[in-house]
């Protein structure tokens, strides 16, 4: 498997939350090299193996952040609001792609640096802010509807080393990660039962999570993958976790404290990389979510570190999407082995 290829695919396609569309059928065709596929009522893409003796769910959230279109202006700028966490340091000069009947490339205004007031950072509002298009409003409005999503325009590059920089590696880089731990354990399962859950609406409050863990099943083990604060130069070592050294291990009241230890063994024992990010109540997550389904599941977090979140220009190291997956994949081998023992 390409990893890097893969990333920069799913990466590629457009699923802001509560409009996953285009990617919920891009993922399906990934997955349904290993299993049964489908997509529910709210967009997550679901897919499973024969259940077994232990079944274990793995999650990760199909939604990039993004804007939705809220209106015209009388010269055709198009007003906006957000999406998830779009960060709005970063909106001002950004080129976007406004997906209405066809797709159309827009700026977000930027006033000149010669015109700025000196508060003008502290006033950043997306309600105060807009989109350039170049059309007339009748023009806009013709191409455009109000709800319309609007997505940051997508650069893909190959850095030095192993590292590589995209929009929406959140979570698409995770989504990856379970693909390849798929692979890893490919015909090898006859205990063990694995349902995956691409999530829709992460950004928005989970509602995919929460919905889709509650009607597929019920599961012995729960391992959510998501993205980590990556270190950079202007953030402190306690709120970050170092690209390349492989994925956090999450520790949290919420987790579950015996299946986030089994991992960490599994981590050292077959000397795989990795880290802890330990949080004091939850996690921000999906794990919150399916944690709490029906009569709980035990839940650990995976967290592959990523730099300069919710920009176009997010920064992963590939090695650190291959670790994550042979840690899920030596998980779930090692629950066939315990299973297949116990059943002999």
Do not use: W
């Amino acid at each position: 498997m390409n990893i890097k290829q893969l990333c920069f695919d799913l990466a590629d396609k457009v699923g802001t939350s509560g409009y996953e569309y285009d990617v919920a059928v891009a993922v399906s065709e990934h997955l349904k090299k290993y299993m049964d596929v489908k997509i529910d009522k709210l967009g997550n893409v679901i897919g499973k193996t024969a259940q077994g003796n232990y079944n274990i769910l793995l999650d990760a959230h199909l939604d990039q952040i993004g804007l939705v279109v809220r209106g015209f202006d009388d010269k055709g700028f198009v007003l906006f609001d957000k999406v998830g966490g779009a960060d709005v340091r970063v909106l001002t000069g950004a080129e976007v792609i406004l997906h209405g009947k066809e797709d159309i490339f827009g700026v977000v205004c930027s006033v000149p640096p010669h015109l700025a007031k000196n508060d003008d950072s502290k006033k950043l509002d997306v309600k105060q802010m807009a989109v350039d298009t170049g059309y007339s409003k009748e023009e806009v409005s013709g191409l455009l509807s109000i709800g319309d999503r609007i997505t940051l325009r997508n650069f893909q590059y190959e850095l030095l080393g192993d590292k590589i920089s995209s929009g929406a590696f959140d979570d698409r880089c995770a989504i990856a990660a379970i693909l390849y731990a798929l692979e890893l354990v490919k015909d090898k399962l006859k205990n063990v039962g694995i349902t995956v859950m691409f999530s829709s609406r992460e950004e928005t409050g989970g509602s995919g999570a929460k919905t889709g863990a509650f009607t597929n099943g019920c599961f012995c083990d729960s391992i959510v993958v998501d993205v980590g604060f990556g270190d950079d130069p202007y953030t402190s070592k306690e709120e970050t976790i170092k690209l390349g050294g492989g994925p956090s291990i999450g520790i949290a009241p919420i987790l579950d404290a015996r299946l986030t230890k089994e991992l960490v063994d599994l981590a050292k024992q077959k000397n795989i990389p990795y880290q802890h990010d330990v949080m004091s109540r939850t996690t921000g997550t999906n794990a919150d979510h399916i944690s709490v389904t029906g009569q709980g599941i035990r839940t650990a977090l995976l967290s592959i570190p990523l730099r300069y979140m919710h920009t176009a220009n997010e920064v992963i190291s590939l090695k650190d999407v291959e670790y994550t997956a042979k840690l899920i994949a030596e998980l779930i081998l090692k629950k066939e082995v315990q299973y297949n023992a116990h059943l002999s």
